[in-house]
């Protein structure tokens, strides 16, 4: 079977900017894959480029095995939810949803009845007479959900949908985003900057930066295996340690990340260092800790008893936990 997506050796150049700097991707079919990294990081206009809303300035693009360069978006097997929702304040939920097939000449009885399965799939049956302005925020976001999958896409393209919504709401959202992936077997690419997110979500995860990828892996490759500075300090907190600090440590003289959960200060040996600041984060406790010059952060979890600042102490880790990047990361 071929893949979802594939893209090879795909740039989009807005004048001197490279948004996307020769990307080598690929998304395997029923794959819930999440694209991440910070602002202007290239993420989005990827997720553009599937679409079908920007075309690639060199670079090959395939869906399915079919080629998608010069094919527009009503003509791709893809449908998008955006971060705003985009729904039409003036029809009802049910016209909403619809309105795709009433564009491709689905008849109404029959596109009323695809939009209420679909409403009932992302739990709101019976919504379908009220306007977007009498629903909250997570309920135009699942109305956004049905309006894309009604048309039964291959692949469900994902811009940000869940960060206009409050914590508790978000990671519910997250959950039943999952759930309702697995049902459907689904190719679902996700794009957020929040870390967190793909790695609570994603199968696989792609890092970007600056129109690059710089890494793709599992969510606990990504987390426990960075191969890169920036993937080490973009995903999770972790402490990125100079070769120099990397080899008073013990190791040999490469970057390293080293993340604050492995750190254990109990320790009767190891090695020194000095505390610095103390963060109470309700479950865990930052403890900052000074190190050879280099900052160390370290997670206590709650309960544990927390040094004063200033106070001399000890910190250990298991060795596989000290994770090496090379001379160049």
């Given amino acids: 079977m071929p893949h979802a997506v594939s893209f090879q050796q795909v740039s989009r150049h807005f004048g001197a900017v490279r948004a996307v700097d020769a990307v080598d991707l690929e998304i395997a079919p029923g794959e819930f894959f999440a694209m991440l990294g910070p602002s202007g990081s290239g993420k989005t206009t990827c997720l553009r480029l599937i679409a079908g809303f920007e075309q690639p300035t060199s670079g090959h693009i395939e869906i399915f095995g079919e080629t998608v360069e010069g094919v527009p978006p009503y003509r791709r097997n893809v449908n998008t939810v955006f971060q705003d929702y985009a729904l039409f304040p003036h029809l009802n939920v049910a016209d909403n949803v619809a309105y795709g097939q009433m564009i491709r000449g689905v008849g109404k009885a029959e596109r009323a009845r695809n939009a209420e399965a679909a409403l009932e799939m ?73 870390q967190s997110e793909a790695l609570s979500m994603a199968d696989r995860i792609a890092v970007f930066n600056e129109g690059r990828i710089m ?115």
């Fill in 122 to 194: 992302v739990k709101l049956p019976g919504y379908g007479s009220r306007k977007p302005g009498q629903l909250s925020g997570g309920q135009r976001q699942r109305v956004a959900l049905a309006r894309a999958l009604v048309n039964k896409p291959k692949v469900l393209l994902l811009d940000e949908p869940l960060g206009a919504l409050d914590l508790k709401l978000r990671e519910q959202m997250q959950e039943e985003l999952k759930v309702l992936q697995k049902a459907l077997g689904i190719t679902f690419v996700f794009v957020t900057h929040d």
């Fill in 215 to 329: 890494q793709t892996g599992t969510p606990e490759e990504i987390y426990r295996r960075p191969k890169t500075r920036f993937v080490a300090d973009f995903v999770g907190s972790s402490n990125v340690l100079p070769p120099k600090v990397t080899q008073q440590l013990g190791g040999p003289a490469e970057w390293s990340s080293l993340r604050p959960e492995d750190v254990r200060l109990d320790a009767v040996s190891g090695h020194e260092a000095r505390v610095t600041g103390a963060s109470f984060l309700g479950s865990a406790t930052r403890v900052t800790l000074d190190v050879a010059g280099e900052k160390l952060n370290v997670l206590l979890p709650s309960g544990l008893a927390v040094p004063e600042q200033g106070a001399s102490v000890r910190f250990s880790w298991k060795p596989d936990d000290l994770h090496l990047m090379g001379t160049d990361a």
